[in-house]
């Protein structure tokens, strides 16, 4: 690993950084400034910059890497702890050069496994207490009949058909925003025809794009001190893309979104049925696969066997506040339902 302490390398870095900004015209370091001043909060074109490049004694194989590094995360190593964003179209047409916009780009974060610890034998309430941190299993059980009662069911879901071939047709996904137990304003559909959805409190001016403004679900509902300090907080907020191998969630905001769901589990032999109980941290910058068409079906199959989900393909995040258990850390909340602002997010895939 670099020791980003030692002068010497930082100021290599730059000088790389510096070599690679001198060859490239007017307009695209136009493009690069309007992506750095506005942090990734307008849309800005890609910069396109040839892969193998020879600066003085060295050839640069990775310039898009070196740029990020530079201007977002220095810790990052490696391209394959990179993802290109859905807005980049990551090689020109000749395939020679490639996206060096560092807001093109985001950390990938890895699912964590929970670590494998000796525990005595717990009782099917202790379990149920554990995995209720969630928020998702709480109101279900094994011995939940198939069709929940209204009253078990979240609020989100008896306001709108339980069946998701009932939704709007066309749409992919539907998100319902929350402030602690309440439901704020109306479900957002995505639809077909749109692979990218931006859910933010606030965007620069001069970004036109569409997408759910948590904003102006607000209207005159009473929230309090702790409350509007998340809202605040929640900024450009995070953008769900739908990809070839999955749908994304990318952290465009300036503090981490915490998320949990049956489609980020993945069952083995030694944590059946408990990885529901890991709240995921995803730090700004960085994106997390929130659904995984081979993998998640799995996962979500098994838990509506096993706890008779209506809709099992969800996933809650939460901003800016954690609850439940991270690999990390445990937080004093222990429900989603206990965090200021927090969405809901249900997949027709």
Not at 82 to 109: F, G, M, Q, W
Request: with cysteine.
């Amino acid at each position: 690993m670099v020791d980003f302490q030692d002068g010497d390398k930082i100021a290599e870095l730059k000088d790389t950084t510096n070599s690679i900004l001198k060859r490239l015209k007017v307009c695209e370091l136009g493009f690069l400034l309007q992506a750095l001043q506005s942090r990734g909060g307008d849309v800005s074109s890609c910069v396109f910059y040839p892969c193998d490049d020879r600066i003085g004694k060295r050839i640069i194989h990775e310039p898009h890497l070196i740029v990020y590094r530079t201007f977002r995360h220095p810790g990052i190593q490696s391209v394959s702890e990179l993802k290109h964003l859905a807005v980049c179209s990551r090689h020109d047409v000749t395939n020679e050069k490639i996206c060096i916009n560092p807001y093109h780009y985001s950390a990938v974060v890895q699912i964590e496994l929970p670590a494998k610890r000796s525990t005595p034998v717990k009782s099917k309430n202790d379990t149920k207490r554990e995995e209720s941190s969630s928020g998702f299993v709480s109101n279900y059980t094994p011995s939940t009949s198939m069709e929940p009662t209204v009253s078990s069911m979240p609020l989100s879901l008896t306001e709108h058909p339980r069946n998701p071939k009932e939704w709007p047709k066309r749409s992919w996904c539907c998100v319902a925003y929350w402030e602690h137990n309440d439901r704020i304003g109306p479900l957002y559909h995505q639809y077909q025809h749109h692979n990218i959805l931006n859910i933010y409190e606030s965007l620069p001016v001069s970004n036109k794009a569409k997408g759910m403004c948590l904003a102006a679900l607000y209207g005159d509902s009473i929230a309090s001190d702790t409350t509007k300090r998340v809202r605040n907080h929640i900024g450009f907020g995070l953008q769900l893309s739908r990809e070839e191998d999955g749908i994304w969630m990318y952290n465009r905001s300036d503090f981490s979104l915490f998320a949990n769901g049956p489609t980020l589990s993945e069952r083995t032999s030694e944590f059946t049925c408990r990885h529901n109980t890991i709240v995921h941290k995803v730090p700004p910058g960085y994106s997390l696969k929130l659904y995984d068409y081979t993998e998640s079906p799995r996962t979500c199959q098994s838990y509506g066997d096993d706890v008779k989900l209506s809709v099992p393909h969800s996933v809650r995040v939460s901003f800016a506040k954690g609850w439940g258990n991270t690999c990390s850390t445990s937080y004093r909340r222990q429900f989603v339902t206990s965090c200021p602002c927090w969405i809901e997010i249900h997949f027709v895939v």
